[in-house]
């Protein structure tokens, strides 16, 4: 029989889909795959189940309903002062994954360059090459994650469409600064490319950290893509509902493969949505600071069991270095040793990276319940300081 896709058949079942299994049949908690552990605000599942009821259940308009997009504006305008025709420059998605889908079958013509900065969220690269992309990839490096400008520089050429950045960063949890954006920025106006910016977690930002988007860069405007998810903006991750704003002139071709690819997304959520976008500041600063004293909790806990941890500036993941507590192995089999013998799962950094040179970080989800992330540290505690 002929084969499938080669490019999609060479990889294996995402890490994230592998230890929430074992963590499952390990009955191990799980602070690996991001996932909340509490639902977000009961106002928007109500909306959602009253639209369900009530109706129509039938396709939507497929840039998504106008209450949405104009949310979308809205916002775009309240938190970062862009002004955005919500009727040219949104759309919305399945999910920030089909808005990434979206946007490399759209922009990436086959042998064009992408830049991409390890250590990459699971579905860049198999996207990227499965629309004809060559990746060009830059690292940044645990523990501090620094951008190295000099291999970014040398990344981006003649032939680069795009970089593909994301920022608040999973799982480096870095926030990129405004030093690092405006050199990137100048990067992508130099080489005449695009940025596809995948901010997913821009409302999960800690301390003085603050999320910027390039697309705020005058320079940036017309050259960027600006993906956000309500999975992650509300607490709700199976609802794969994704907003994505650009200029008209690249709208246009992104809804061209969205057409092509799921076409809508369903209308009950969207409207849930375009209420939960629109509600007060408090909302969206209680997001951010929740998640930031569950930062606190577990990286004190962390280190009363041990281990060294990295800085977490933003989304719900904090990294821990596993040579701190005397772990000699790489992180894989730290995390099934965790699994196993711990009853607690996470996941291996070296899983973001093409080619892990380090194999001694690991990554821990903390957006669940404080008494959950106890119990779990306190499992690593009685474990590794015996
Ligand atoms: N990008 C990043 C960096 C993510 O962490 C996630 C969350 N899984 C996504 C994209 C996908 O978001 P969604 O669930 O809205 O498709
Ligand atoms: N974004 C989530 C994480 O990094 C996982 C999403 C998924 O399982 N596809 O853990």
Request: include cysteine.
């Amino acid at each position: 029989m002929k084969a499938a896709n080669s490019i999609l058949s060479s990889y294996g079942v995402t890490v994230f889909e592998t230890i929430s299994r074992l963590a499952i049949e390990h009955d191990a908690i799980n602070l690996g795959q991001g996932f909340p552990d509490e639902d977000g605000p009961e106002i928007l599942r109500q909306i959602a189940a009253q639209a369900t009821l009530e109706g129509p259940n039938q396709y939507p308009p497929m840039l998504g309903i106008p209450e949405l997009r104009q949310a979308v504006a809205i916002h775009n305008k309240r938190f970062y002062n862009l002004e955005v025709d919500w009727q040219t420059e949104v759309m919305v998605t399945s999910g920030a994954t089909e808005a990434l889908a979206d946007c490399m079958l759209a922009l990436i013509e086959p042998g064009d360059e992408v830049v991409l900065i390890e250590p990459l969220y699971d579905c860049y690269l198999p996207m990227v090459r499965r629309a004809g992309g060559v990746p060009r990839l830059v690292r940044i490096d645990p523990p501090h994650w620094e951008l190295p400008r000099d291999a970014l520089r040398n990344a981006f050429s003649e032939k680069t469409k795009l970089i593909l950045l994301n920022t608040p960063h999973n799982p480096a949890a870095k926030v990129y600064t405004e030093d690092e954006l405006s050199f990137i920025a100048e990067l992508v106006e130099e080489n005449d490319a695009y940025a596809v910016c995948d901010e997913v977690y821009e409302h999960i930002t800690f301390d003085d950290s603050v999320h910027r988007p390039l697309m705020t860069f005058s320079n940036m405007r017309d050259r960027c893509v600006r993906i956000g998810s309500a999975g992650k903006t509300f607490s709700m991750t199976s609802w794969k509902v994704g907003y994505l704003t650009a200029p008209a002139h690249l709208l246009g071709a992104i809804a061209k493969a969205h057409q092509f690819v799921t076409f809508t997304t369903p209308s009950n959520l969207q409207r849930a949505v375009a209420t939960g976008l629109l509600l007060d500041d408090r909302y969206f600063s209680r997001l951010a600071l929740e998640q930031q004293a569950k930062r606190d909790r577990i990286d004190v806990r962390l280190k009363n069991a041990g281990f060294s941890t990295l800085s977490s500036e933003g989304t719900y993941f904090l990294t821990v270095d596993i040579r701190s507590i005397g772990f000699q192995g790489t992180d894989i089999e730290f995390c099934e040793h965790l699994i196993c013998n711990v009853g607690v799962a996470a996941i291996p950094i070296s899983a973001f990276y093409q080619d892990a040179e380090v194999r001694q970080f690991v990554r821990f989800c903390f957006c669940k319940k404080d008494k959950l992330l106890d119990t779990a540290c306190l499992r690593l505690a009685r474990h590794f300081q015996n």
